[in-house]
């Protein structure tokens, strides 16, 4: 089945700084790819989604890029602000299932 | 419109006890995830439902643990003669259909088993 690994597992970074989270995936298989953003004690949200046919989206302050060939892809948030600070989940879906990763803790210190 | 809602939003239960988690999906949406999230991990899959077809139950760490569908809504996670490996946050998400479409999570219920 698909394995989905998320680095790093904890990101500090100053307010106004930018911050990375990258994931890879092994099934060659997987069509779509979205990120959430996990609140203390709330369910994931959708801050983002990119499907296999493009290799770049933006919406504001976030991005991410997908690379099929390498099978690896990455969140990108420029102008952190405090309340960025939260988990954040990669997936991949392969077979009408969504494998996550391990899940980013990221704090923004202001 | 209305999100995914569960209830109830805390369990608190004994060991050996059984108990039963609720899910209320969006309205029409066809497909139906329950997940595990224990303290500071990621989301392990347990049951998928889709439409009438039969859940896909691959995830369902034991047979103390099942789900039911009804009327292609509203969704019951049972777990019998819980034990303290249980205790983790049950997420439920639904989607408008299978496979690539955004799956929208609920606010989880948190179990604690005694």
């Known amino acids: 089945g698909e394995n989905v690994e998320q680095h790093p597992s904890t990101l500090s970074v100053q307010e106004g700084d930018s911050a990375v989270i990258k994931c890879t995936y092994s099934d060659s298989a997987s069509n779509y790819f979205p990120w959430y953003k996990q609140e203390l004690g709330k369910g994931p949200q959708l801050i983002i989604d990119?499907?296999?046919?493009?290799g770049e989206k933006k919406d504001q302050r976030i991005a991410v890029t997908l690379n099929k060939t390498a099978k690896h892809f990455s969140l990108h948030i420029t102008e952190t602000q405090p309340e960025d600070s939260a988990v954040y989940f990669c997936?991949?879906?392969?077979?009408?299932?969504?494998?996550f990763g391990g899940g980013t803790r990221l704090m923004v210190k202001p | 419109g209305a999100g995914v809602s569960q209830s109830p939003s805390n369990k608190v239960t004994e060991k050996g006890k059984d108990v039963e988690l609720r899910c209320d999906p969006i309205s029409g949406h066809t497909a139906l995830y329950w997940y595990r999230q224990s303290l500071g991990q990621g989301l392990e899959f347990l049951i998928y439902?889709?439409?009438?077809?039969?859940?896909?139950k691959s995830g369902l760490p034991s047979d103390r643990f099942s789900a039911e569908r009804t009327g292609g809504s509203v969704s019951t996670l049972t777990i019998q003669r819980t034990q303290q490996e249980d205790s983790a946050v049950y997420l439920c998400a639904s989607s408008p259909s299978r496979g690539r479409d955004t799956q929208y999570f609920g606010p989880g219920t948190r179990l604690t088993v005694l």
């Open positions: 997936a991949a879906s392969t077979d009408n299932m969504l494998t």
């Open positions: 439902f889709q439409g009438n077809s039969a859940p896909d």
């Open positions: 990119i499907r296999s046919n493009v």
